[in-house]
């Protein structure tokens, strides 16, 4: 009997049987190329999650190529994969700035970013994995300074809308030297000193008064007016209703002379004795002239005599 060893286990074969020893070689071979072509496969394939990208090592090398979403190849051993996020992250502080007035404010910012898909390879050569830390934060903090260096403190709130797109376009033009894309940002939670806040409740007491005041003034020079407008209301009606009498008693005066005209041209004189007659009372004149020499009888006479 003769033996094949193979690790710790020995196989033990007739001295005649060649042949089997050299179908039991090849089976240790083809076994041994079995495993190791399996190692080389799981070492030469890769897999890529979504949301992600394969920044390709040579032998620390960082390459050109970035790898995608799936399944990718490398050399073995000699290659690896490092995965950089390219979803949206968040990145949040509380930040301590001055402002244009040299006031002390401190804010909550949240800064959502990510990074550049196709230069994720340039990212892990300049920043490695930790880009947050080493450029996200301090350019957050270097931006809301030069920002708020801008305005006064009132205006952080009053223009709150302004400052947020300032700090926006400053921050992105910092982080995009470093292919970091911001997606937007926040800033909250505005905190003045105690001093300042004080200044601007007393402030607004001030400006609530004045408008008391002013609406009050408004409103009595709204009253005058009215009263002004009510006495030139009634002031004009009554020049109307004036002269609207008098205009009536012009047309009463024209009609009554109208009248008069039109009776006098048709006056005859046996309708003016009739007219005299129907109002005579029944009694003679005391003294009756007749002629135009001036005749004068005193009718008191006969009557007196006849009564006698």
């Known amino acids: 009997m003769s033996g094949f060893d193979f690790g710790e286990r020995s196989f033990d074969f007739p001295k005649g049987s060649d042949a089997m020893k050299k179908v039991a070689s090849i089976l240790v071979i083809l076994l041994i190329v079995s495993i190791a072509g399996v190692l080389l496969g799981t070492q030469a394939l890769v897999q890529v999650p979504s949301g992600y990208k394969g920044v390709l090592l040579t032998w620390g090398k960082v390459e050109d190529r970035v790898l995608d979403e799936g399944l990718n190849f490398k050399v073995p051993f000699s290659q690896r994969i490092v995965l950089m996020n390219i979803q949206i992250q968040k990145a949040e502080s509380i930040e301590s700035t001055a402002t244009r007035d040299l006031q002390e404010v401190s804010t909550t910012v949240v800064v959502n970013f990510r990074l550049d898909s196709l230069s994720v390879n340039d990212v892990y050569r300049d920043l490695r994995q930790d880009y947050v830390n080493r450029v996200v934060k301090p350019n957050i ?24 797109q300032t700090f926006d376009d400053t921050l992105n033009e910092r982080l995009s030297l470093y292919n970091i894309q911001v997606v937007s940002v926040s800033l909250t939670d505005f905190q003045f000193s105690p001093s300042f806040m004080a200044a601007i409740d007393a402030k607004v007491t001030a400006e609530q008064q004045a408008l008391v005041s002013k609406n009050e003034l408004e409103r009595i020079r709204y009253e005058a007016q009215q009263q002004i407008i009510q006495a030139e209301a009634a002031k004009n009606a009554t020049i109307r209703k004036s002269e ?42 005391l003294v009756y002239t007749r002629d135009e020499d001036g005749l004068i009888v005193d009718v008191s006479e006969f009557i007196i005599n006849s009564d006698n």
């Not at 300074?145 to 009053?158: C, D, F, G, P, Q």
């Not at 109208?258 to 004795?273: A, L």
């Open 141 to 164: 903090q270097e931006s809301l300074k030069s920002t708020t260096a801008i305005y006064r403190a009132e205006e952080l709130v009053t223009r709150r809308a302004e400052v947020k």
């Open 244 to 285: 609207g009498e008098a205009m009536a008693q012009i047309i009463a005066a024209n009609a009554t002379a109208k009248s008069i005209e039109i009776i006098t041209s048709q006056m005859t004189e046996e309708y003016s004795d009739y007219l005299w007659l129907i109002q005579w009372d029944g009694k003679l004149p």
